[in-house]
């Protein structure tokens, strides 16, 4: 190398302490670093999801088991009931809130259950005919009875899609972004029976302290059952109320009119809309009436309305259960 003015060559000389073994280790301890850099960055990206999906779809498993166990077992409390007369038997029902997380790099997905009396309303009402009397000959009375309460479980999955399953009037329903499922239905049976239909539906009145809980562990719902009774009409008429009224007040309106009009068309009811009921033209409608509706969700009101001159037997179960809830090992 030449400098700028006598154009002399200059020689760099080596430094006595260089080490190229320093150099070498501290490249390859960058080269280790970045290695271990990518493969956690592809661990976090790709791997995580894929297994807190896995966790989360296997919570929601769970839960909608330990929902379907619920129910088997208040049914099972509401036939001993009417069997026996009484069934003061308590049931406990394990519930998981939570899907597990990955240590380290993912967090658990919080469950929200919640217990709420004022959550639905279940209300029956109809005209029939009295029995034939000296004093109130061929008279009619009106009948009305009102129920409600819901058990719900809502998981926000990160990874999972969203979903909130529903305990409701003796059914279970799937709630998710893309719509609502009837994953198991209530006590509602039709029946042809030649010309009419013998028709019998089961209400579920939820008692208890209204309590919502978050978290990932696992809590009890404990069910006892208080009284249960079925009552048989088979003289249903067109009086007061001039149609058999099913109205059901809900957040799921869609499995309940979905479940309702499947189980009337299925029995070979002709549906049509309230005026062709109205004219005879029909045997029965369904009418859903928004209630309210806030930032998440709306209320509605699912009215089945059938023509009580084609039902020969109506029989009605109400049944109503007191609910507590406990944490697993808790006294």
Same mark, same amino acid.
């Given at each position: 190398m030449f400098d700028h003015e !006598? !154009? /002399?060559k200059m020689n760099i000389r080596r430094h006595p302490n260089w080490n190229d073994e320093g150099v070498a280790s501290t490249v390859g301890t960058i080269m280790a670093l970045m290695v271990f850099l990518a493969f956690l960055s592809m661990f976090t990206s790709q791997y995580v999801p894929v297994w807190m999906e896995e966790n989360e779809a296997t919570h929601m498993n769970t839960v909608y088991s330990q929902f379907a166990n619920l129910k088997q077992s208040v049914d099972? $409390? *509401? $036939?001993?009931g009417l069997i026996l007369g009484s069934s $003061? *038997? $308590?049931i406990f029902s394990p519930i998981k809130l939570g899907a597990n997380g990955i240590p380290m790099f993912a967090a658990p997905t919080p469950g929200y259950l919640s217990i709420h009396r004022s959550s639905s309303y279940d209300y029956v009402n109809f005209s029939f005919g009295a029995p034939t009397s000296v004093v109130n000959f061929n008279s009619t009375t009106d009948y009305e009875s009102n129920t409600g309460g819901t058990i719900s479980m809502y998981a926000p999955n990160r990874y999972y899609v969203k979903q909130e399953l529903a305990y #409701?009037? !003796?059914a279970i329903i799937l709630k998710q972004p893309d719509g609502e499922y009837m994953k198991a239905s209530p006590q509602f049976r039709v029946n042809p029976s030649g010309a009419f239909y013998q028709i019998s539906y089961t209400q579920l009145d939820i008692r208890g302290d209204d309590s919502s809980y978050v978290g990932y562990g696992t809590r009890g719902i404990q069910t006892t059952l208080k009284a249960a009774s079925t009552t048989t009409f088979t003289n249903l008429t067109n009086g007061t109320h001039p149609y058999l009224y099913i109205n059901h007040t809900?957040?799921? #309106? !869609?499995a309940w009119n /979905?479940?309702?009009n499947q189980t009337l068309t299925h029995a070979g009811m002709e549906y049509g809309t309230p005026a062709q009921l109205a004219a005879g033209t029909a045997n029965y409608t369904i009418v859903s009436t928004l209630v309210e509706t806030d930032l998440i969700d709306s209320f509605y009101q699912v009215s089945v309305r059938i023509n009580p001159l084609i039902v020969s037997r109506f029989s009605l179960t109400e049944a109503y259960l007191e609910v507590t809830t406990t944490e697993m090992g808790a006294n």
């Amino acid at each position: 190398m030449f400098d700028h003015e !006598g !154009g /002399s060559k200059m020689n760099i000389r080596r430094h006595p302490n260089w080490n190229d073994e320093g150099v070498a280790s501290t490249v390859g301890t960058i080269m280790a670093l970045m290695v271990f850099l990518a493969f956690l960055s592809m661990f976090t990206s790709q791997y995580v999801p894929v297994w807190m999906e896995e966790n989360e779809a296997t919570h929601m498993n769970t839960v909608y088991s330990q929902f379907a166990n619920l129910k088997q077992s208040v049914d099972i $409390q *509401v $036939q001993a009931g009417l069997i026996l007369g009484s069934s $003061q *038997v $308590q049931i406990f029902s394990p519930i998981k809130l939570g899907a597990n997380g990955i240590p380290m790099f993912a967090a658990p997905t919080p469950g929200y259950l919640s217990i709420h009396r004022s959550s639905s309303y279940d209300y029956v009402n109809f005209s029939f005919g009295a029995p034939t009397s000296v004093v109130n000959f061929n008279s009619t009375t009106d009948y009305e009875s009102n129920t409600g309460g819901t058990i719900s479980m809502y998981a926000p999955n990160r990874y999972y899609v969203k979903q909130e399953l529903a305990y #409701e009037n !003796g059914a279970i329903i799937l709630k998710q972004p893309d719509g609502e499922y009837m994953k198991a239905s209530p006590q509602f049976r039709v029946n042809p029976s030649g010309a009419f239909y013998q028709i019998s539906y089961t209400q579920l009145d939820i008692r208890g302290d209204d309590s919502s809980y978050v978290g990932y562990g696992t809590r009890g719902i404990q069910t006892t059952l208080k009284a249960a009774s079925t009552t048989t009409f088979t003289n249903l008429t067109n009086g007061t109320h001039p149609y058999l009224y099913i109205n059901h007040t809900t957040w799921y #309106e !869609g499995a309940w009119n /979905s479940s309702f009009n499947q189980t009337l068309t299925h029995a070979g009811m002709e549906y049509g809309t309230p005026a062709q009921l109205a004219a005879g033209t029909a045997n029965y409608t369904i009418v859903s009436t928004l209630v309210e509706t806030d930032l998440i969700d709306s209320f509605y009101q699912v009215s089945v309305r059938i023509n009580p001159l084609i039902v020969s037997r109506f029989s009605l179960t109400e049944a109503y259960l007191e609910v507590t809830t406990t944490e697993m090992g808790a006294n």
